[in-house]
């Protein structure tokens, strides 16, 4: 799930917010590398990205941190539901598989 947000890269291109999948992401403010299953705003055309700790932390006023924060939440949102529905086996420790 991707969602276009009011930021922009450093080069003037839209950020998206959307969970990292295969790879990793590293943020360009705390150069924190993002794994699968975190939340950054990135950008399309030179692969920009913030974390979402600083996309709050660097928004320009308190109301753009509430609509930054609320499009984050959305995407975690989104992820957990489409987990939760594509889940249906659980491995255990032990390594046997539970359907």
């Known amino acids: ?3 276009a947000t009011r930021r922009a890269c450093p080069e003037g291109h839209a950020l998206f917010c959307y969970v990292v999948a295969w790879s990793c992401a ?3 403010e705390c150069d924190t ?3 699968p299953g975190k939340v950054v705003f990135g950008c399309n055309a030179c692969d920009s990205e913030l974390c ?3 996309v709050v ?3 320009a006023s ?3 941190a509430r609509a930054d924060a609320e499009v984050i939440e959305r995407v975690s949102w989104k992820r ?3 987990r939760g529905a ?3 086996f659980i491995a255990t420790p032990s390594g046997d598989v539970l359907d």
């Open 1 to 3: 799930t991707e969602l």
């Open 26 to 28: 590293i943020c360009d």
């Open 33 to 35: 590398m993002q794994r």
């Open 52 to 54: 979402a700790a600083c």
């Open 57 to 59: 932390v660097t928004a």
């Open 62 to 64: 308190p109301e753009e």
């Open 80 to 82: 957990q539901l489409r």
């Open 86 to 88: 594509d889940t249906r």
